[in-house]
């Protein structure tokens, strides 16, 4: 492959380093694509604000919702589950007079319904963690390569369909197969930074390291 079909997805930066292009080279999203995504995470908050906020992206780009993610922290109590599945008719006028956030009612009333579904998770297996976790793909369901037209051709993935279906089951909302794959890229269960990016091995390094959460007995 030559030079520019090495590159394809890939942008340089001002430090002369390559990323995945994604962040089209703005600041504030190249921050977050060098700091955060594809990171492993297994903090309960930052797993639900995580999913929450991919459901809020439906439609729109990511760079909409990350620019705002400081007053959706602010307006649904930092994402901590536990307050927003208390939330009721007067925090949802609230929230849909909010100019700060997006004012989707559907949206937001999945958010609270989903803070309700995210404590019974917890309830039965210990963490968000420790179930999320157990959706991790096998080496053997990863592609062996991760190039741009790999990650084009899957926006959805067999794992992240049937976490789709069984969060569904569980009563979530707005957790679409692309909802959850983008989540599960963004949270560090799948590395799809791109073969050449400066990120990959990096990536590759934290989820080797990871501590993964497992199930109480």
Not at 13 to 18: L, N, R, V
Not at 64 to 90: H, S
Request: glycine share 6%; proline share 4%.
């Amino acid at each position: 492959m030559d030079q520019a079909g090495d590159r394809a997805g890939l942008i340089e930066g001002p430090d002369g380093q390559w990323r995945c292009s994604w962040h089209q080279d703005l600041e504030d999203y190249r921050r977050y694509h060098d700091e955060e995504w594809g990171r492993p995470v297994t903090d309960d908050i930052r797993l639900f604000e995580k999913i929450c906020l991919e459901g809020f992206q439906s439609g729109l780009s990511w760079l909409t919702i990350l620019r705002k993610r400081e007053n959706f922290r602010a307006a649904f109590a930092g994402f901590d589950f536990d307050k927003v599945a208390l939330f009721d008719e007067a925090n949802v006028e609230r929230l849909v007079a909010d100019a700060g956030i997006i004012r989707h009612r559907g949206k937001i009333v999945s958010t609270i319904n989903n803070a309700s579904r995210a404590v019974a998770l917890r309830d039965e297996f210990g963490s968000l963690a420790r179930y999320f976790w157990s959706w991790e793909p096998k080496p053997e369901e990863r592609p062996a390569v991760m190039d741009l037209a790999t990650l084009r051709a899957n926006p959805t993935t067999a794992v992240s369909i049937r976490l789709s279906k069984d969060l569904k089951k569980r009563g979530w909302t707005f957790v679409g197969p692309t909802t959850v794959y983008a989540f599960m890229q963004a949270m560090g269960l799948v590395n799809d930074h791109l073969e050449g990016c400066m990120c990959q091995p990096e990536v590759d390094r934290l989820r080797a390291a990871v501590l993964r959460p497992v199930r109480a007995l």
